[in-house]
């Protein structure tokens, strides 16, 4: 019986020792498996303003390195609700990234509309769809995750990790973890 119980405290203390012996890590997230990972959220649809339906689609991911930041690219349709006509066109998006260790995931911050266009549609109602377009901008990408990691994917060597931050790569993201304590 007392065999049995060193042999747990044996057990407990050789895990302990790996955690502490196991550091930092770093995980590689290449541009195909954030871009494959954003196409099935979409295509995306939203009420703006009470008076439009508007559907995202297409999203593609840009990662610009440089800056630390990404941009998504989206194929826009807008329909106002009390008229029979439907807007098409793009928006581009881009913010800078931030973690959320609680969810276990990445998501756009700062979001700010780059670019934003409509075909066959006049300067005066170009300008009344951007105001919808930065609504839609901050709400969409504020709640949608670039990445969510599965608990599994933070668990190396029988330790536990926690997502404490990311840095960009010309290709990828590179999320920074920690074991937890």
């Known amino acids: 019986m007392n065999l049995k119980r060193y042999a747990i405290f044996a057990a407990a203390l050789l895990l302990a020792a790996c955690a502490t012996l196991i550091g930092p890590r770093e995980v590689n997230l290449p541009q195909e498996k954030l871009q494959a990972s954003l196409e099935r959220k979409f295509p995306m649809h939203q009420r703006a303003l009470g008076v439009f339906e508007v559907e995202l689609s297409h999203p593609r991911l840009d990662i610009l390195p440089d800056s630390d930041r990404v941009a998504l690219t989206f194929d826009l349709g807008v ?79 029988g330790v536990q990790f926690v997502l404490t931050g990311i840095d960009t790569r010309p290709g990828a993201l590179v999320a920074k973890l920690q074991p937890a304590q």
């Open 79 to 157: 329909t106002p609700l009390l008229a029979r006509q439907s807007w098409h066109g793009s928006m581009l998006v881009s913010g800078r990234l931030r973690v959320d260790s609680m969810r276990n995931a990445i998501y756009i911050a700062d979001a700010h509309v780059d670019r934003f266009n409509v075909e066959g549609v006049d300067e005066g109602k170009q300008n009344q769809l951007a105001s919808v377009a930065n609504l839609l901008s901050d709400k969409v990408i504020r709640d949608m995750p670039v990445h969510t990691f599965r608990p599994e994917e933070l668990r190396y060597a």
